[in-house]
């Protein structure tokens, strides 16, 4: 027996399908998402793990407020690189909890939570970059000064036969 098949509020919704992530996180009243980026979510353009991911937090109790998908952002980050933005491949989160991040990062802190919470994540949902002010062990986590004021989460684009392949996976048959 399948130990995540009677829980999709757990881990187990990081094995949904893109589409009914989609549908989840359109759907979900613990995700405050800005209109543009509602309208990236339903057409498509946002990564199933940033949906998965978002959902898996919420299962975890955090309530969110998010200010960045692809829409609205620059192609470009301030340091010069192509943001993971641009391909809806990263979302910032500028609220936790009705808290907000300006202000409120550091140990003990919401931000410091759902930080750790994410970092946790294995295998293909565990994220390229997580940008705060804060700058935790291994590589995945570190400070930029102009993340004062979000919590940025970034996975690297996929793209080919493995994209195809993960896809394929999740589907019911």
């Known amino acids: 027996k399948n130990p ?3 829980d999709l509020s757990g881990a187990g919704v990081l094995l949904l399908s893109k589409e009914e992530l989609q549908k989840r996180v359109l759907a979900d009243e613990d995700l405050e998402i800005y209109e543009c980026g509602r309208d990236d979510i339903a057409t498509g ?3 199933r793990r940033i949906l998965a991911m978002l959902e898996y937090l919420v299962a975890k109790g955090f309530r969110l407020t998010i200010t960045s998908l692809e829409c609205g952002h620059s192609i470009m980050t ?3 690189y ?10 910032d989160i500028a609220t936790i ?3 907000p991040v300006t202000g409120h990062q550091g140990p003990g802190t919401l931000a410091d939570e759902l930080i750790r919470t994410v970092l946790a994540l294995q295998g293909t949902m565990h994220p390229h970059q997580v ?3 804060e700058d935790l062990p291994g590589e995945t986590s570190f400070a930029l000064a102009d993340h004062y004021d979000h919590v940025h989460v970034g996975y ?3 793209s080919g036969p493995f994209d195809q ?3 394929a996976l999740l589907k019911p048959d």
């Open 78 to 80: 301030a340091s010069g």
């Open 82 to 91: 192509v943001s993971e933005h641009s391909t809806g491949d990263a979302v």
């Open 131 to 133: 940008i705060s002010l």
């Open 97 to 99: 909890d009705g808290v």
């Open 156 to 158: 690297q684009p996929l």
């Open 165 to 167: 392949q993960f896809n």
């Open 45 to 47: 353009r946002i990564d």
């Open 4 to 6: 995540l098949a009677q």
